[in-house]
Antibody, heavy 120, light 113 residues
Framework: EVQLVESGGGLVQPGGSLRLSCTASGFTLSGYWMHWLRQAPGKGPVWVSRMSSDGSTTDYADSVRGRVTISSDDSKNTLYLQMNSLRVEDTAVYYCATTYSSSSGGAFDVWGQGTMVTVS | DIVMTQSPESLAVSLGERATINCKSSQNVLFSSNKKNFLAWYQQRPGQPPKLLIY???TRESGVPDRFSGSGSGTDFTLTISSLQAEDVAVYYC?????????FGQGTKVEIK
């Protein structure tokens, strides 16, 4: 079964740091573009960052650029999101997601369950 | 950034009746070379991640009931639930994957009347 499992969320003070992890099972992360999204309580999902399948390309939302770094460890089949200088407005559930089926063309057909980050 | 605007914000529909949700993008999401609309619809139940229902604006994801259908092209799109079931109570989002940043609508909450 294709699955993504996030971890690493928690309560952090403003200005603090966290590293989120997203471990894949049932497929190899390095074969897919991987994305991080977040969803604040009562709001819609917001795209945060992406990494290409070979790791050579990364993109970030304007709201996090310079404070967040996406990376991966192929040996652990795990995607990371290093978040620094956290702000209250970064409070959200953070999801990793991907387009697993090529027929979906770029829509996110696999999501993790999410990990909650609270900045307070 | 492409802004996605959904309407209505919420709607209450009787069981077995039709629910229609609209989504408008601020820019065209139809890719001219393959004639495909880079538009997806998701369903999100409380405490769950979004679930892909429709991609390419009108293609149902595997396992999605055929009461869900998507239509539209360019900048105007519609998700229709032809006969609302109790399990369809959720928030529905449209999303464009034409460009980065990927952007979502603000969501439409569907409830039972």
């Amino acid at each position: 079964e294709v699955q993504l499992v996030e971890s690493g969320g928690g309560l952090v003070q403003p200005g603090g740091s966290l590293r989120l992890s997203c471990t894949a099972s049932g497929f190899t992360l390095s074969g897919y573009w991987m994305h991080w999204l977040r969803q604040a309580p009562g709001k819609g999902p917001v795209w945060v960052s992406r990494m290409s399948s070979d790791g050579s390309t990364t993109d970030y939302a304007d709201s996090v650029r310079g404070r967040v770094t996406i990376s991966s460890d192929d040996s652990k089949n795990t995607l990371y999101l290093q978040m620094n200088s956290l702000r209250v407005e970064d409070t959200a559930v953070y999801y990793c997601a991907t387009t697993y089926s090529s027929s979906s063309g770029g829509a996110f057909d696999v999501w993790g369950q999410g990990t909650m980050v609270t900045v307070s | 950034d492409i802004v996605m605007t959904q309407s209505p914000e919420s709607l209450a529909v009787s069981l077995g009746e039709r629910a229609t949700i609209n989504c408008k993008s601020s820019q065209n999401v139809l890719f001219s070379s393959n004639k495909k609309n880079f538009l997806a619809w998701y369903q999100q139940r409380p405490g769950q991640p979004p679930k892909l229902l429709i991609y390419w604006a009108s293609t149902r994801e595997s396992g999605v009931p055929d009461r869900f259908s998507g239509s539209g092209s360019g900048t105007d799109f519609t998700l229709t639930i032809s006969s609302l079931q109790a399990e369809d109570v959720a928030v529905y989002y449209c999303q464009q994957y034409y460009t980065i940043p990927r952007t979502f609508g603000q969501g439409t909450k569907v409830e039972i009347k």
